[in-house]
């Protein structure tokens, strides 16, 4: 049974960090595509970043130079380190790995 734990969200002031973790078990963690979507209120789900088994990186506009994904294959872990945080940025945030295992999602709140 694939299972997926996300920890690392909060409430932080703007301009200030959060790393987001999501450990994964039940599943070949290596080979799959990794990455975080958010979904604030009101608003669809959006792709924030992603990472491919061999490391290449794809990010939003929107975080573009703030945002770090990275996963550690070892750990069956995959981060989001994210700086430079906006009100904006406010939503949960859920990890995905492949194509439909889903984590249970971690809230983030930047107050301005």
């Known amino acids: 049974q694939v299972q997926l734990v996300e920890s690392g969200g909060g409430l932080v002031q703007a301009g200030g960090s959060l790393r987001l973790s999501c450990a994964a078990s039940?599943?070949?963690?290596?080979?799959?595509?990794l990455g975080w979507y958010r979904q604030a209120p009101g608003k669809q789900r959006e792709l924030v970043a992603s990472i491919t088994s061999g490391g290449s990186t794809n990010y939003a506009d929107s975080v573009k130079g703030r945002f770090t994904i990275s996963r550690d294959n070892a750990k069956n872990t995959v981060y989001l380190q994210m700086n430079s945080l906006k009100p904006e940025d406010t939503a949960v945030y859920y990890c995905?790995?492949?194509?439909?295992?889903w984590g249970q999602g971690t809230q983030v709140t930047v107050s301005s």
């Open positions: 039940g599943v070949i963690f290596s080979i799959f595509r």
């Open positions: 995905i790995v492949g194509p439909a295992y």
